[in-house]
């Protein structure tokens, strides 16, 4: 029963399959081999368009180096205030950005709102020479809380950011579980809704360590190469990380472990209301909150049941947790199994 | 007869075994795992003491993370001009060490001796607040030219520099290919010969991408845990990192792989010898590097193999390259075959 | 009627003549002259310890200077959201410090409490690997409110920090007008109650561009004389640097100018006291904030007087700014006249 | 007999009076006040061109920011090995950076040429992603050996340099001084001969710390306001600054204060040429370098004399110091005497 991330699993079957299969002959480093070649053809024909495309193998490496990227020093990059960019990454953006700043803001659920960027926008003060300038406008999709912004959603903060000079940033690290609730395409997702750049993650998804770093105007990337190499992430044998991605991205992998994952956490939400207890926002990806009573949390441990407390800021108006209660995230993902969820959930009921 | 270099071959079998071994069950993340307890202990055992050990999976990352744990801003590495920090990774020990500089030093065969290194901290000018401060001492083991360290050598190069006041810092990205041929153990290879850091790969051994920081003083590795996560360099998966270099450290593992790439190197040499094409500089590890006539360039790589020109800096005094000729670099590995080394001496002498 | 800043003022006689006495014959640059020698000397006693010194051109540099050798890059700076550090240095402390964070947190009148820092230390979630490290506690006297921290209310915070394993650091660039108000000695309004690092400010108090960074444990300044030359701060004629300074402590020159600016504003509060207009916080330095209705900010303006509307989020709990007012800032200087302020508070009062 | 450097001189009478008529009345900080429209002004009619200015306290501020503005920082500056940035300045183009590199080249009399560039240019390994980049060329004007470019040096090295990509950058902390000797209008010794960017020290020339960054194309400088400003080199009190440089460049007070130096240099050289001590480079600026025996050098120093040994790396072919000499730097300025200058050179031979 380990809800505690989705990074406690290990490598989709698929996925480990190709990294064993890529392990044939040489193969130039650095990105010179073949692998990496159809994965980039692969990402364009999913994005329906030229894009610029860098591999890392982990999320907060593909965060800091897009952010870097599409800000100068003195920028600010604007994002919620649990966003892991913010929380959960010892300061890598400032560290790769040369020493930007990063302007948290709240939000229910830890979604942004044009009401919240634009009063952030408003306000200020921005701009030179002595406040540093709004740069970056950082989404998570799927969020920190397990909700899904909706592609109008996007496409309204991104017409906000775009008017007021700022990209858009997307840490897709859960995309999949995104796309699986959306049911729109890919781009339709991202940059039809106003994405400049994307983390493409595939390590929560079920790769071993591998993300992508995605540029839909390919000339925004000039330099990234360089940027990635200085800052240790480009892999030697690049044919492992390119045959991940592309293992994740053949036929529907990524979305089809995503939709597990997805159901997995449905099935758990639904088995809590039936003991009572409802999520605190709505369960749109592989996450589920809520709040459990300090005994029921208690028999659940005990019966080696693994997930982690949470921070109660981001609960909607007028939610508060209870005394002797606390507010817990449970994650699932492509290797959850129906009889974890069954047997958490009837540990909770009491059987 | 692919003789590039040591990144182009995959995975040796038992490093791609233990990382599909690791994937069983799930496992807490950014190595909280039993892997890495067991590898972290099994480089205690190796090296006969208590160290600190933080894994990654690039050796520029380990080199420029170390780098910048040793020295202030303000400090400089001094370092052989063909040191892979100083000319392959693309300014990173400058990036992460928060603009320190490298001094780059001559030294035939791409090795480094206490007149050069002693000359150069003499004449400066060194030190504040002018001048940047000498601060560590980077030493390749084996060297870019494949030529190797002896430890009395490491010895009297470390006792330099810590009397003047800097760190020795080994870029052991080769270290097992210096090991077959030294015969000493670790211990006295590294610490007992003065190296305070030690960036240790596994890479170019055999594995798909394994790199371990070894600080022989504990407590100098404090804050390199978080130096590491902000610069995206700690993986969220991490067992299978530890399970990589775990098994390349169980029981030979790591020198019989490194002893075959040597033999290979040697039986390279022999052959070319042969032909009357004698190396330029000692065969001690891996890397075989010959002048050859530039039609012989050419009928080997019309016959397909793959290598690089070298250039020509560090060549013994009075070794040139003539005219109609090439120095070239030939890198063996733990997958080099002898049938591919026998076919490209025979190309190369004719028949 | 000037009330912009203290900072459009020009240079205070004394220190002006300073300048040009020091003009006479060659001496050693960088700080190598007598000037710098007896200044440093001057501080000791002022302090009543051995202090490491080091001068710069602006508070600017002071702070980020400071910061930066206080905390490591992955620390965070906690201070006020107001603080100088946070809005007006377009990002300094980061750049300086390597890409840390700085934590702003909010307080009446731009004073941070025990209780404020407290929740903020304790909430979090702070520390390796993946959060930053809370490493510096910075206070501004006088506040950016015009505000004074009393040396129990620094004692206390200072106590609480160190008990964190937090640095203290004060960003004194109105320290002498917080001087005037306390009537306590230098020593203990500063180390005595906790304070490791201070960024003493001269330039608002009257000098042409001169502050001083004081370490109160000279140990702790090791490297600070290559991090100012690296950043471009160490002036070459040092000697004009350092007469200002001289200048600005000789006798009780500091605190004369220091009082007769705090007068000012004391003059200017009474004055609009009497106009009904209550200043919204106390008058403890050389600003007064009020609410002025917009027909007098505007009856002002035309009348020529200078100053800036300020934000309200500082304001006491339950103190708002009505609909057709302004909350402004009025700043008084050692060059404030007393004609200024009178004229000004009759316009206030429509005369 | 103060020989050690030009910024051992005080501040020139004009540019002193100057600072201290600025000390009228009020004037809005940073920048924003009459005098530095007015210089801006000047330098564009100076230059014949709109040009973007900033202004700094100080020769490394200068030089440093310009070339983080001009430079990524995987990019690498080409500059002479002896020159100001590389040596001189504690890693400050580094920092301000990001961590890029300095390439130093040789060459004799403290000059680069198109040969020496372009061997450097050809040579790399140059671009990405595993290597830095060429970006910028920075030429000093006057040397650190007091030699001078002539405008068709500047333009060939220019050349050479924009068609590899690379933009140039002149660091003229001595322009002046160059100027004299040149007899061209500053637009030819500048951006009609390729330079970008330029420091243009006032300080060693008269100033109390004041130099201007001049791009000849001002949408280049975009951003630089906020790199000046979290550099901390934005002062607040800039009308000071602004004074020192209106001064400086009104009529021909800067060239005039440079000719003086100039000739003091010329006379020097010539007394000591009656002595049989030639210089060991052309003085074309206020630098004059010789070998002395070391009995003379001793006479010297026991008579009160200051300056400074020099290191012998960039003499002209052949030349080399004898035992028991010591090649040495004698730098005049605005307030060298002639009496000084005479004084030395009659200790010199003795009388």
Redesign the interface.
């Known amino acids: 029963m380990?809800f505690?991330?989705d990074?406690?699993?290990?490598?989709a079957p698929p996925i480990?399959d190709a990294?064993?299969k890529?392990?044939?002959?040489?193969?130039?480093?650095?990105g010179n081999d073949d692998a990496t070649a159809r994965v980039t053809k692969r990402l364009a024909d999913l994005f329906e368009r030229e894009v610029a495309v860098h591999l890392?193998?982990?999320?907060?490496?593909?965060n800091?180096?897009a952010l870097a990227h599409l800000s100068?020093?003195?920028g600010a990059i604007l994002c919620h205030e649990q966003s892991h960019i913010a929380?959960?990454?010892?300061?890598?953006p400032?560290?790769?950005?040369?020493?930007?700043?990063?302007v948290t803001l709240p939000g229910t659920g830890c979604k942004l709102t044009p009401g919240i960027v634009g009063e952030a926008l408003k306000?200020g003060?921005w701009g030179?020479?002595?406040?540093?300038?709004a740069s970056v406008l950082s989404l998570t999709q799927s969020t920190e809380a397990g909700t899904v912004y909706r592609p109008d959603e996007i496409a309204a903060l991104s017409k906000l950011a775009h008017a007021h000079g700022l990209a858009v940033h997307m840490d897709g690290a859960r995309l999949a579980n995104a796309m699986v609730r959306l049911q729109v395409s890919p781009a339709e997702a991202t940059w039809k809704a106003g994405v400049d750049a994307l983390s493409f993650g595939a390590?929560?998804g079920g790769a071993?360590?591998a993300e992508v770093i995605v540029f839909f105007e390919p000339a925004r990337a000039a330099?990234m190469?360089?940027?990635?190499?200085?800052?240790?992430?480009?892999?030697?044998?690049h044919r492992?990380l390119a045959a991940q991605m592309e293992a994740y991205l053949t036929g529907n992998c990524w979305l089809d472990l995503a939709a597990h994952a997805n159901r997995m956490a449905d099935r758990l939400a639904a088995r809590l209301a039936m003991a009572g207890i409802d999520p605190v926002w709505p369960v749109d990806a592989n996450e589920v909150f809520v709040i459990l009573p300090r005994r029921v949390d208690e028999r659940l441990k005990e019966a080696g049941a693994?997930y982690y407390p949470w921070?109660s800021r981001a609960l909607p108006e007028g939610k508060t947790v209870p005394d002797e209660s606390v507010l817990v995230r449970l994650v699932t993902s492509f290797?959850t199994t129906g009889g974890d969820v069954d047997r958490f959930a009837d540990i909770v009921r009491g059987r």
């Open positions: 380990n505690a991330s990074n406690t699993a290990g490598v480990l990294i064993v890529a392990n044939e002959g040489f193969a130039l480093g650095y890392v193998a982990t999320g907060t490496a593909a800091a180096l100068p020093p003195w929380t959960d990454e010892c300061g890598a400032e560290f790769f950005g040369g020493g930007l700043k990063l306000r003060p030179g020479p002595h406040h540093v300038t390590t929560k071993l360590g330099g190469a360089e940027r990635r190499k200085r800052a240790g992430h480009l892999l030697s044998k492992f693994r921070e290797s």
